[in-house]
């Protein structure tokens, strides 16, 4: 738990205080958050519908399906993070009026403050900045997702909930990877 302290406070104020506050509550897959767009958020249900992957193919970032079909899914988003992809939705507005033609206009949720969308790489990068910041010892972007999971089952969420939630194929996956 200080260690999860350390990292927002770290992220505070950053580029990626969205990203981790996303993760914590959500657990996507890198290429899912990335390949998030603002139609894919249905704010009167508080819900998010995965349906995009930006992943790096030959060096270059695309979009593809999710990896697999049970990773197409909807998740159900905590009131607390709505109110701040909203005020993240007005900010990326106040950054395009400020910037004018040289912001980069695209749909994707998580995008520099020019609007550019986050090559998938720099943002594994990106957090290990922040992780050196907050004095935390080194791991992986997607060990996010794997303590988004774990706090899921420590909490008690059903552990086919928690698949689900999750976008796993196999219930094998959720309990033998994330518990």
């Known amino acids: 738990e200080a260690q999860i302290r350390q990292l927002i406070a770290a992220a505070k104020g950053t580029e990626m205080e969205l990203v981790i506050d ?56 905590p009131e607390q993070l709505i109110q701040k992809l909203r005020k993240h939705k007005l900010a990326c507005a106040a950054n395009r009026m400020r910037l004018g033609q040289e912001y980069t206009v695209t749909d994707y949720v998580i995008v520099h403050p020019d609007g550019k969308p ?31 999971a774990s706090i899921m089952l420590m909490q008690g969420v059903n552990v086919k909930v928690a698949q689900a939630h999750l976008g796993h194929k196999d219930l094998s996956t959720t309990l033998g990877i994330y518990s």
Request: aromatic residues 6%; contains cysteine; proline residues 3%.
């Open 22 to 77: 996303i993760e914590l509550c959500l657990g996507l897959r890198r290429g899912e958050l990335l390949g998030l767009r603002w139609e894919d958020i249905d704010w009167d249900k508080n819900q998010i519908h995965i349906v995009n992957n930006r992943v790096v193919v030959d060096g270059k970032a695309i979009v593809k399906d999710p990896k697999t079909e049970s990773s197409r899914r909807t998740v159900d988003v």
């Open 118 to 148: 986050i090559y998938p790489e720099y943002l594994s990068q990106m957090f290990t900045k922040l992780q050196k910041k907050a004095g935390l010892p080194k791991c992986r972007f997607h060990d996010l997702r794997h303590l988004c």
